[in-house]
Structures are given as C-alpha cells and as structure tokens.
C-alpha cells in the first residue's frame, strides 16, 4: 500500500461528458474546489460550492460531485491511506496531525486566508506531479531505492499538507453553516429515509408516499440536486453497506453480506459490486478486511466469472 492512491491538481472535468457517480472509498480525501458551478453531495448535505472551498472527507461515506455546465469543473483531489501515515506519526509524536479529519468529519471550509490557502494548493500541486511521475516510471508498487524515494518523498508532502490543514482546523473552529433551500431539505429527507430503509424492497411510490411528496417532483429535484438519480443512490447505499460489512465483519458469508445489504440475489449481488468497485466481495474483503477473512470454496466459485 501507497501513501497516496489518487492524486491530482486542477483537473478540468466536462459537466456534460464526464461520468460522476455516487461512490465511496476505504482513504481520507482532501478535496479543494477552484472553478466551475458545483453542487456537491455529501452524506445528506448539498453544498453550493465557492472557488478556495475546501473539504476534508472520510471516503466511506457516500458522496458525489454534480457539477453543472456550460462552466469546466475545476478541482484538485488527494486520497491518502492514514496507515502509511502512522509510523511517522509516531515519529513525530504527534498523532493528533489526523484529528481534523475526525473532528471535522465531512466538512467544509470557507473564507480560508489566502496564504494558507496558497501553501495548501502548492503542496497538492508537489503531490499530484509527484504521484503522476513515480506512474510513469511504473516504481509506485517495486521496492527499487527510487521507488522508496518516490514514496518517502510523498510522505513528507502528505505530513506537510496534514500540518497547514491541521492549522486551518485550529482557526476555523466552526463548521460552515448554511442555509438550505426547500429542493434541498427534501434531497436531505429522502436521503435519510433511504438510509434507515435500504435493505427493504425500496421503490419510487413508497419513498414518496412515506414522505408525502409527489414521486415526479421529488425524482426530479433529487436529480436536479445531485445530478444522479434516487435508483442509482439506493445502489450507491447499498454497495456502501456491503463494503462496511466485507471490512468489519468476517464471518459473515458474502451472501449473508448481499442479503443485509438490501440485494435479494447473490449473483445480482455480485455481478454490481464488480461493476462498482472492480473487485469481488470476496477479493474486496481479502484486500481491505483488518481481520481473518472468510472464505469457502463454494462460496468463492460464485465470483471468479466477471
């Protein structure tokens, strides 16, 4: 495992072309907004984003970027593993370096001073040329002296942006609070619904009728909001769920896993976690599970055929 998994500066996404989906991701994420129109959903918030916004995020929970056109959307992206992290932690003796990411979990900041602001997006910039140069020299997953070079040096990159983002942590202490339009409110409550609801037979009429909202209005604001659709977060919550239970729960079977995850067969189970994630459950679970995993043979033969 690397330091970092996805990093880049200032990409330029095409709000008309560009494939956004509602996803999830097992590293912190430290996201900053530089152009575009963007609303961006996190959990069950919409945010309306601002040029220098920035958010620190837990990768497992559900979000997606819906930017609108005709404007580019501009951004810079960093995924790090916290486990690369923590013998340097220990080195230096100060773990609360992650703390921001706990505290302020899924937040966003606003009105950054302009000169930490400046010092973040030069570090993200050393840490996106970094990344897209050791790909190129294909040295990311080798043991090489460059390839330590490579990583060493990305690990005191990463721990000088965690040290700026821990400052801003300490002089913005509140949360940027805002004010949420009616469409809004109405995403956040069927948001919430699907989320106690997931594992049921969930359709259109029985979101709308519990919450006694039109089903035409209220799948058309979801999408105007979120720019996805209700079906495609109802799958996006339950492949989530799927991916909680592979990590924390070993002995579950995959199939007890589908089942707890709102899918009623296993091999529809399957075939969509491939589909989203590129894995297995069961090779999901081999890669990310802290614990023994589970496996069977039976159990495994149902996913070897993609």
């Not at 602001?117 to 990311?140: F, G, P, V």
């Not at 997953?141 to 721990?159: P, W």
């Not at 983002?165 to 469409?183: A, F, G, P, R």
């Not at 239970?245 to 896993?257: A, D, G, I, R, Y």
Request: charged share 20%; hydrophobic share 35%; net charge neutral.
């Amino acid at each position: 495992m690397k330091t970092c998994n996805l990093a880049y500066y200032r990409n330029k996404g095409n709000p008309e072309s560009d494939n956004f989906d509602f996803h999830s991701h097992t590293e912190f994420e430290i996201y900053m907004f530089h152009k575009g129109n963007c609303n961006y959903l996190i959990n069950n918030t919409v945010y309306y984003l601002q040029p220098g916004d920035m958010i620190l995020m837990n990768g497992l929970t559900l979000h997606r970027a819906n930017p609108l056109p005709p404007e580019p959307y501009e951004r810079s992206v960093i995924h790090f593993s916290s486990e690369m992290l923590q013998s340097d932690l220990e080195v230096l003796d100060f773990p609360e370096l992650l703390s921001p990411f706990n505290t302020f979990n899924n937040c966003l900041f606003r009105d950054v001073p302009s000169d930490l602001l400046l010092r973040m997006e030069r570090l993200i910039e050393q840490i996106a040329s970094l990344y897209e140069e050791s790909k190129k020299t294909s040295m990311i997953n080798d043991m090489t002296v460059n390839s330590r070079f490579y990583e060493a040096k990305m690990q005191t990159l990463v721990i000088q942006l965690l040290f700026e983002i821990y400052e801003l942590s300490q002089t913005h202490l509140n949360k940027l609070i805002q004010v949420e339009s009616e469409k809004a409110q109405h995403v956040r409550r069927i948001i919430v619904w699907i989320e106690q609801h997931y594992h049921e037979n969930v359709t259109l009429d029985s979101i709308a009728k519990s919450l006694n909202i039109s089903k035409y209005y209220m799948s058309h604001i979801f999408k105007e909001m979120t720019g996805g659709t209700i079906a495609k977060y109802l799958m996006g919550c339950r492949i989530n769920r799927a991916k909680r239970l592979l990590q924390t729960e070993p002995k579950k079977s995959v199939s007890e896993v589908g089942l707890e995850a709102g899918f009623k067969h296993t091999s529809h189970f399957s075939r969509i976690f491939v589909e989203k994630t590129g894995l297995t459950p069961s090779e999901y679970r081999i890669k990310y599970c802290t614990n023994q995993p589970f496996s069977s043979s039976a159990e495994n033969a149902l996913y070897v055929n993609r």
